[in-house]
């Protein structure tokens, strides 16, 4: 049992010597993430569709 607390208590500490974002820079960091993500989505869609096309087309033949 004490090996757990112990545990804690040094988690504990490092949790108190870790720099947290500011509200700014977490906000900033969010737009980041969303834009990226979204740009990435769409550049596979268009991946997806174009492969889809060329497929079809293949398939016509």
């Known amino acids: 049992m004490g ?8 988690v504990m500490s490092e949790m108190q010597k870790t720099s947290w974002p500011k509200r700014k820079e977490l ?3 969010t737009i980041v993430v969303i834009s990226t993500l979204l ?4 550049f596979f869609m268009l991946v997806d ?6 497929f079809r ?4 033949l």
């Open 49 to 54: 569709l174009g492969i889809s096309k060329l």
């Open 57 to 60: 087309m293949y398939l016509d």
């Open 39 to 42: 740009f990435m989505a769409a």
């Open 3 to 10: 090996k757990i607390s112990s545990f804690f208590r040094g």
């Open 27 to 29: 906000t900033k960091y």
